[in-house]
């Protein structure tokens, strides 16, 4: 018990600390949450996913593992979802809902801090791979759940292409792939590295608040059987799905650390996005967000644990 508590207040209280500093100002001040998450996602998150896949070294194979562990993860808590949605004879608007809710977790806002806390920068840098491609698999796949396969596959396809973060990995890769020695002052890139590492600093704080500012914009769920069932089922049958693949894929160390954690992860904020624009019960999938965000700390402290052991 003593091990837990540690854990929880080394690890996830301070989180949502500071995430609880953007919800008392969302609440009282009312920002525009969609322009401080635009910075964040289109200058921030690039510039982090950069800085920390040149500064910690994967291999290619280790890389090319979480890539299948992301898309396994989302693919296997889809079916998942699925087939209890089946069980409880769900409509198909709500039915669209609990498959995004669980399929998609917060692996930035909320993952890539608690990664970093718990295991430390070579763990973070694992779980970015994570995060860059369920973010892809957001604006491919989860567009066509969500719209219940009226998107193109072209549409979709080209979602990819709006995601920032691939372009931070993509630079990062090239110039690995070239040998340039981003360290290096003598380089003639070397502003540039600077400039990204600079506004790499402020993205793990600003997505925390961004994540208090998102939940600050809740509303009341109307269905709370189903939200919390919903959300108990992210929470429990996430790291269940993350703790076999690992095996599966040969994971090990930080990488399965890493990698356990993303998945087993709460909902990620973006689906409301996705429920708003394609009108799949929109309060359901906020209400979940919010729930299974609240109820995490419940399994990921003894999941931690189990990790750090």
């Known amino acids: 018990m003593i091990l837990l508590l ?3 207040l080394n690890n996830i209280a301070p989180i949502f600390l500071a995430a609880g500093a ?29 800085t920390s896949l ?35 004879k769900l409509d198909r608007q ?19 801090p608690l990664n970093r806390f718990a295991f430390g920068d070579s763990a973070m840098a694992r779980a970015i791979v994570y995060y860059v491609f369920s973010t892809l698999m957001v604006y491919t796949v989860g567009v066509v759940v969500a719209s219940g396969g009226r998107s193109s596959l072209r549409t ?18 090239v110039l690995r792939l070239v040998g340039v020695d981003v360290s290096d002052p003598a380089s003639p890139i070397f502003p540039l590295i600077r400039a990204i590492k600079l506004l790499s600093g402020a ?18 769920p109307e269905n709370l059987r189903l939200v919390t069932a919903a959300s108990v089922l992210r929470l429990v049958v996430g790291p ?8 599966v894929l040969g994971l090990s160390g930080v990488a399965r650390q890493a990698a356990v954690i993303e998945s087993a992860m709460p909902t990620a904020v973006i689906t409301t996005i996705l429920a708003i624009e ?32």
């Open 6 to 8: 540690s854990i929880f």
């Open 22 to 50: 953007g919800f008392a100002v969302g609440r009282t001040l009312k920002p525009d949450v969609k322009a401080i998450s635009r910075v964040t996602f289109y200058i921030f998150s690039p510039c982090l996913v950069f």
């Open 54 to 88: 040149t500064e910690n070294q994967l291999t290619g194979g280790e890389f090319g593992r979480m890539t299948a562990f992301t898309v396994g993860a989302i693919g296997l808590s889809g079916i998942v979802a699925y087939a209890f949605g089946r069980v409880l």
């Open 94 to 112: 709500t039915m669209a809902g609990l498959l995004v809710v669980n399929m998609f977790v917060n692996g930035g806002n909320y993952g890539l």
């Open 156 to 173: 979709s396809l080209m979602g990819m292409f709006t995601v920032p973060a691939v372009y931070g990995l993509l630079l990062a890769g």
């Open 203 to 220: 993205a793990l704080p600003v997505m925390i608040i961004v994540l208090g500012l998102q939940l600050a914009e809740a509303r009341r």
């Open 240 to 247: 269940i799905i993350g703790l076999a693949l690992a095996a």
């Open 278 to 309: 394609y009108g799949i019960d929109p309060v359901f999938v906020t209400s979940v967000v919010v729930v299974s965000t609240l109820l995490s700390p419940l399994t990921l402290t003894p999941l931690i644990a189990y990790l750090q052991s």
